[in-house]
C-alpha cells in the first residue's frame, strides 16, 4: 500500500498581520533616524520664529485668542504637513527601487501592498509627531497669553482638517515615489506641487476662468485656518467673495465649506494612495 506523506506548505501571513509589523519597523527606522532629529528641529525652529512674531506684533495678533491661534496654527501648519511628507514619505517606496532593497525584499513572503500600507502608516505616524510637536508650542504661548483653560474648539477641529490634510499630501507623495526609481523626484515634486504648484493652479483657475477651483487640494487646505474665522461655511459648496478695489474694479475669490474640502481631502487621498499602490504593485525590481 502506497504511503501518504504529508508536505508541509510554507505560507504567507495574511495582509492583516503583516501591516503592523512592517509598519512597527518602519517607524522604528524613521524615529532613529538623522531626518527624524533634523525635521523636529526645524519643527521647533518655526515655532520659535512665530513665537518671536507673536511676541513683536503682540497687539495685532494676540488681541483676542481665536485670532492668535488662527494666525499660529494656521499660518504654519501646512508647511509642518509638507515637510513631514516630504521627509518621511519622499523615499519611502522609490527608495527601495534606487538602494535595491525592493529587488532581496520581494524575494521573501512578504506582499507589496503589505509594505506599502505598512510603510505609509508609519509616515502618518512620525508626521503626526510633528504636528503634535508644533501644537504644544502653540499651546504653551497660548497659556503663556491668555491662560490654561481658554482654548477654543475651532482649534480641535482644525487639527482635525490637518489630519485629513496630512492623509492627502502623504498619499500624493506616495503616488509620486512610486512612479519614480529616483527618490529625488519624489522630493522635489511634493515640495515644489504643495508648496507653489497647486496655489499657483488654483489662482489662474480663478482668475483666468473664474471657476470654483474645487478640483486643487491647496483650495480644500484653506479650511484649516478659515474655520477660525467669526463666521465659517459648513456647507459642501465654496462661498463667492467680492472684494472691490476701485470704482469699477472687484476682485472675486472662493472660499471653500469646511464640507467641501473634507471630501476634496478624502477624494485625493483614496485617488492617490491607490494609485501609488496599483504601481508599486505592477513595477518590476531589476
Known sequence: MAETESVSVLRAPPTSEQVPKLATYQLREYIRSRRFVILAAIVAIIGVLLTVVVAHFRGAIVSTNLAFYGSFWGGGVDIVIILSAVFFGGDAIAGEFQNKTGYFLMGLPIRRSAVYIGKYIAAYIASVVMLLL????????GAYYFGSG???????????????YLAAVLGATFLFSSLFKTSAYGFVLTAILFLF?????????????????????????????????????????????????????????????????????IAYFLLTAIGGLWLFEHEEFT
Request: aromatic letters at 10%.
Open 134 to 141: 508644533f501644537l504644544v508650542i502653540l499651546v504653551l504661548n
Open 150 to 164: 481658554l482654548f477654543p474648539w475651532q482649534l480641535g477641529a482644525s487639527f482635525l482638517l490637518s489630519l485629513a
Open 197 to 265: 504648484g497647486f496655489t499657483l493652479i488654483e489662482d489662474l483657475l480663478v482668475s483666468l476662468v473664474n471657476i470654483e477651483p474645487w478640483m486643487v487640494i491647496s483650495y480644500a487646505n484653506s479650511v484649516i485656518s478659515e474655520i477660525f474665522q467669526p463666521t465659517v461655511n459648513w456647507g459642501l459648496t465654496g462661498q463667492v467673495v467680492s472684494t472691490p478695489i476701485g470704482p469699477r474694479t472687484v476682485i472675486v475669490s472662493y472660499v471653500a465649506g469646511v464640507g467641501e474640502g473634507v471630501i476634496i481631502m
